[in-house]
């Protein structure tokens, strides 16, 4: 005892670098990861370097690489890498555990020596999800005194502590929900039952009645939800399950919730407990079956102004649970030839309220003002592609034209051969022959042409012939 109260009073003088740096605080999800890194100086590169930790005014080695080299724990989550060239340690900590939380540092030669920057308090938290009516089960480390709290912005409020030596007590809430029981291995247990959704938030295994953190605990809870909708004066049926185990001999109820009120009990499975009377009490049936934890309520009849949000929930001592959130929507019945929405639509129209368009409607609009678009122009890209076509044709049967007319009428050019015109008017007068002399004859030299059987009329017709001479012009010009 004398020797620990010794390293106790001797810690701040161990550690001269460690009391005078102040920790990053450095919080991370179990199973996490963390890395860190320690700067040091030349002269301590020769020096084996520590990752060491502080917790409960103890501290021990962790991990220790030598000048170059890396160091790994046992369990392989620790490792320590050193880089000599610039000169620093990284520290790489993985499959975080609740239990790691504390503080650690870098030292060198051992860790009660010359301390190096980089010192940090880790706090890793375990994380659980759960629905309504669920069991919260958490180990705690073994303490004489330890308490169950709930972490607030002013403090941490208690919700079960135990404070005894006996190691066969279990302590329970005034709540009644939360208790801590002592386990095998030196291990207390804390268990919440019948969790609600605002039960969520953050709780500690706490010690000593300044409740230090041993232990944290960030608690998600979830409600089961159901959506229904049905139309006036038909029936639903609503089944809702509840863990067989703990729940099942416990009364199960019906009720109507609205926003800042209790929820009003419509039905119960326990006919001594009281109901308040309702407009849908007549229509309203609940059974139950323990065997396989399902509740069945049925509502028949249904008005509008049975549209609302109700509960599944456990009835006991007066008091309800949520089991389950149902929002029913009772829409409004039409008449028979009606459309959906056209009495509510003239309603509000005669009441000088404008319908807003729904999302629906402003789609169909868009769609079709782009498609009158896309059809205006197909219009009027067809119509100028038309116009296009007949002025080309139309251009291309001039040119045609005259060309006939050209071939028609013009004289035999030197170096042409015969070829005669197929125009329509040649029943009306007498053919012409273009002639392509292919060289210059001499006057004198008879001129001759040659036509194709298939070119000759099969009918005999009056032929012109004319003798055509031509006379050399300096540039070769013609007469």
């Known amino acids: ?20 740096q102040t920790s990053e605080v450095q919080r991370r999800r179990e199973g996490g990861t963390v890395y860190i890194k320690c700067p040091y100086t030349q002269t301590e590169y020769d020096y084996t370097k520590y990752w060491c930790l502080q917790r409960d ?21 620790i490792t320590v890498e050193n880089d000599a060239t610039r000169k620093t340690v990284s520290i790489t900590m993985t499959d975080l555990k609740t239990e790691d939380s504390g503080t650690y540092f870098c030292a060198v030669y051992n860790c009660y020596n010359f301390i190096l920057p980089g010192k940090i308090s880790l706090n890793v938290f375990k994380e ?42 279990a302590v329970k809430s005034l709540q009644d929900r ?71 001999a416990v009364s199960k109820a019906w009720c109507k919730k609205k926003e800042g009120e209790e929820c009003i009990v419509l039905a119960t499975t326990n006919p001594d407990l ?26 028949e009849q249904l008005q509008v102004q049975d549209s609302g949000v109700y509960w599944c929930a456990l009835h006991e001592n007066s008091s309800l649970s949520r089991m389950e959130e149902i929002t029913l929507n009772v829409s409004r019945a039409l008449p028979r ?47 100028a592609l038309g116009v296009r076509h ?29 070829r005669r015109g197929s125009s329509q008017e040649d029943s009306k007068g007498p053919p012409y022959i273009n002639l392509d002399v292919q060289s210059q004859p001499s006057p004198e030299d008879p001129l001759y042409c040659n036509v194709e059987p298939s ?3 099969r009918t005999p017709q009056h032929v012109e012939y004319a003798i055509i001479a031509f006379n050399q012009s300096p540039r070769n010009g013609r007469k």
């Open 455 to 457: 070119q000759a009329h």
């Open 57 to 77: 005014g103890q501290w021990q080695s962790l991990v220790s690489t030598y000048s170059v080299g890396k160091g790994q724990s046992s369990d392989k989550r």
């Open 128 to 169: 659980l999800l759960k629905w309504e009516l669920d069991t919260l089960s958490v180990q705690c480390p073994y303490r004489n005194y330890m308490a169950w709290c709930r972490r607030e912005q002013t403090g941490c409020t208690v919700l079960a502590e135990r404070q005894t030596f006996s190691r066969r007590s």
């Open 337 to 383: 030839g009606a459309f959906p929405d056209t009495e509510s639509k003239s309603k509000e129209i005669l009441l000088g309220d404008s319908p807003e368009p729904s999302s629906s409607e402003n789609t169909l609009v868009i769609l079709s003002v782009v498609l009158f678009i896309l059809l205006l122009l197909a219009l009027v890209t067809s119509t």
């Open 274 to 299: 009281p109901v308040e009377p309702s407009t849908a009490w007549a229509g309203v049936s609940i059974q139950d079956d323990p065997l396989q934890g399902i509740v069945t309520i049925t509502m």
């Open 1 to 20: 005892m004398a020797m620990e109260l010794r390293a106790l009073f001797l810690l701040p003088l161990c550690f001269p670098g460690l009391q005078g």
């Open 390 to 418: 007949y002025k080309l044709l139309r251009r291309a049967g001039d040119g045609e034209a005259g060309d006939t007319s050209d071939r028609a009428e013009g004289t035999a050019q030197p170096g042409s051969t015969g």
């Open 178 to 248: 939360a208790s801590i029981t002592y386990k095998s291995a030196g291990s207390l247990t804390v268990t919440m039952e019948k969790l609600q959704i605002s039960d969520s938030g953050v709780y500690w295994c706490a010690v000593d009645p300044e409740h230090t953190r041993l232990k944290e605990v960030v608690l998600s809870v979830f409600k089961r939800t159901q959506q229904l909708t049905v139309q006036e004066s038909g029936n639903v049926s609503v089944q809702c399950h509840y863990i067989i185990t703990g729940y099942t």
